[in-house]
């Protein structure tokens, strides 16, 4: 016989090599809080239901709670024979304990102990995402409320096009976070539901109470369908989606800072500690955090293309492909929480150079539109004013001039409708002054969206609050 917990029906005991191929111990061991919380809620009902005795209870739970405290000393050798980590604790329970141990699988199969470990992993992962997210929406809104003032000039097809705050542009990331955080919401509501009671993949003969193991472990919904509850990996999915997705929001990020603190824009300086040197060009001073930010991008989409791909093909119930569903999302949520922790930072050091950025807006023709706007708001149907604000571009272009160095009457001269007040009109200050529709770049727009980010802050800190008081959290 094996001395596989399974083994019972084997002749031989498994083969090192397939052992070491099928074994997850190595990444799986970072559930070790929610495997043993989730055999404890697990052993309460069994108990509660009069399937094993409360004494066999009381022992699986101080049993549990002792090899936690080992786990978390650092004393407790994790076994590659023993597969997983299901099988690491349980062996070792028994070990300890004996039969009480024995009897804490009654009524469950790794299948559904192994969901209900990841769902409360990932839901536990959510909010310190969640949190970090929040984080970087803070520094963003510092970051345009102490630049209030600085002008430079917005991009399309990252050609100079008019004149905006800076702030505004921190504020649309802020705007993206936002999305962010209501995708992670979302992947929390879809993670905060209870596989446990779906047995290997069809229910079970005991008469166990899944609710009472739901209410236990704070789960607010509980998987209907056997089938489904084992072999859901949605939630895994939409977490690797909302990841891509908020990793594409770094990503933009950090290529503009990458570029906005190069030599040709100069529009921010990074702090010192930010960033690295050279081994060979003494001058150097380069963004590698922003460069690899937008680099570990390409790899949390691998992993959603890589479960995709996994899940697609595959039959119902459990097969054991899916166990390749963690090593992709542990690796995800470390590279989105650090990539966030570390943005936030970097932003919070970024200096914003007022003077470049204005001068970027001031040598150049980004008030065309409000030329244009000018003499439209005079009466001259747009397309004519647009066309008479690009002669005077041209007839710029051919003088070496900025459209606020031509003379009253050199504008006279492309349009008689132009009076004194076309000074005013188009400068930056007022350019950006009178963009005031609602989301425009105006400075009263702005300072009602850095009011409202406020606002969507401390609704979104309550969300994890609430969701951060659920948790489980058993102590050794
Ligand atoms: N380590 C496995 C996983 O991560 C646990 C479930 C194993 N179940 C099974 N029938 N072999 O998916």
Same mark, same amino acid.
């Given at each position: ?78 076994? %590659? +024979?023993? &597969?997983?980590?299901?099988?690491? !604790?349980?062996?070792?329970?028994? #070990? $300890?304990?004996? *039969? ?112 009472? %193991? +739901?209410? &236990?472990?704070?789960?607010?919904? !509980?998987?209907?369908?056997?089938? #489904? $509850?084992?072999? *859901? ?244």
């Amino acid at each position: 016989m094996s001395e596989k917990m399974w083994g019972g029906r084997f002749t031989k005991t498994t083969d090192e090599m397939i052992n070491d191929f099928q074994a997850s111990i190595d990444f799986d061991k970072r559930m070790y809080h929610e495997d043993i919380a989730g055999s404890i809620a697990h052993a309460r009902m069994l108990a509660k239901c009069g399937i094993i005795s409360k004494d066999d209870a009381e022992k699986i739970e101080k049993g549990l709670k002792d090899i936690l405290g080992q786990i978390e000393r650092g004393e407790f050798t994790f076994d %590659v +024979a023993l &597969e997983d980590i299901h099988m690491n !604790i349980e062996k070792r329970l028994t #070990d $300890a304990i004996g *039969d009480a141990g024995a009897r804490l699988h009654t009524a469950r199969s790794r299948n559904d102990q192994v969901a209900l470990d990841t769902h409360m992993y990932v839901r536990r992962e959510v909010v310190a995402v969640e949190r970090l997210i929040v984080d970087m929406m803070n520094a963003l809104v510092e970051v345009a409320e102490k630049n209030q003032d600085a002008i430079m000039p917005g991009y399309t097809h990252l050609q100079r096009a008019q004149p905006i705050l800076f702030a505004h542009h921190m504020l649309a990331y802020f705007a993206m976070m936002t999305r962010d955080f209501e995708r992670f919401a979302g992947v929390y509501s879809r993670a905060d539901i209870m596989p446990l009671g779906a047995g290997a993949l069809a229910g079970t003969t005991f008469p166990i109470d899944r609710a009472f %193991v +739901a209410d &236990e472990l704070n789960f607010g919904r !509980i998987y209907h369908n056997s089938l #489904d $509850a084992v072999s *859901d990996r949605d939630y895994i999915m939409e977490f690797l989606s909302a990841a891509s997705m908020l990793m594409v929001h770094l990503s933009r990020l950090a290529e503009e800072t990458i570029l906005w603190c190069s030599r040709e824009f100069s529009f921010v300086e990074l702090d010192d500690a930010h960033c690295t040197g050279s081994s060979m060009m003494p001058q150097k001073k380069n963004p590698d955090v922003s460069e690899l930010v937008r680099g570990k991008t390409g790899r949390v989409i691998g992993h959603l293309m890589a479960m995709f791909t996994t899940v697609k093909g595959l039959p119902l119930a459990y097969n054991k492909d899916l166990q390749e569903d963690k090593e992709g999302i542990f690796d995800a949520i470390d590279t989105v929480k650090f990539s966030l922790a570390v943005y936030a930072r970097i932003l919070r050091g970024m200096k914003v150079k007022k003077d470049v950025m204005k001068r970027a807006v001031d040598e150049d023709f980004s008030n065309a539109t409000d030329l244009a706007d000018y003499l439209a708001k005079k009466g001259m149907p747009f397309r004519k004013a647009h066309a008479v604000s690009g002669s005077a571009v041209h007839y710029c272009i051919e003088h070496h001039k900025w459209l606020e160095d031509l003379s009253l009457d050199e504008f006279k001269a492309l349009s008689p409708m132009f009076d004194e007040d076309i000074f005013e009109a188009i400068r930056p200050e007022t350019c950006v002054k009178n963009r005031n529709s609602l989301g425009g770049t105006s400075y009263t727009q702005v300072a009602a969206q850095i009011k409202a980010a406020r606002d969507i802050i401390a609704a979104d800190t309550k969300t994890a609050d609430e969701q951060e008081a659920k948790q489980i959290k058993i102590e050794a």
